[in-house]
């Protein structure tokens, strides 16, 4: 990990920012690749995840395992995951637009650092604190959008999966045009045995 990456980390460890800090038992920073390949974007860590220190471990994180294996993705070679609020909001409520601005320089930080080709909104939440609240998940999933200039495509959350089935088999048309595109920007050998 670069020097700044780590520093980025350290901060992001032992940061007392926002509230979150007095509740939360590790703060996350992220896992995954570091090299500009694809990066996932969640809401904020779970119980799972604050008791473990690492992100998408609960259900939701195990739904998103399956999700990037189908993909041909894993954790260690082709994703970095973090979330827009690196602690738990107690009761797992929505963080407070206070808590995400607070944040956000620890994650703007990240995208410009690790520099990936694709970024994955996972989610309402990101979508919103990265594009804008007037961004509407169910609208506008699927489709490819410009951050500042970087490639991001907003997802349902796989929260909102395992609530909603039915929204499984949209998702994976999403999944597909990402591998598409990862083909596209990063690897053209990619192999995935469903896409
Ligand atoms: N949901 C999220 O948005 N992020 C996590 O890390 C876990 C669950
Ligand atoms: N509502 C959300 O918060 N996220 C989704 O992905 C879908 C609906």
Redesign the pocket.
Known sequence: MSTELILIREQILSCTKCDLAQTRSHA?FGEGNLHEKIMII?????RD?DLQGR??V?K??QLLDKILAACGFTRDEHVFIT?IVKCRPPNNRVPSPHEATTCMPYLLKQIELINPKIIIL??ATALKHMAGQEHRITRERGNWIDLNGRLAIPVF?P?ALLRNPALKRPTWEDFKKIVFKYRQLVDPNHKSDYV
């Open positions: 996350i969640g809401e904020a860590p779970g995840e992100p998408f609960g939701s994180g979330n996972l989610g959350h929260a």
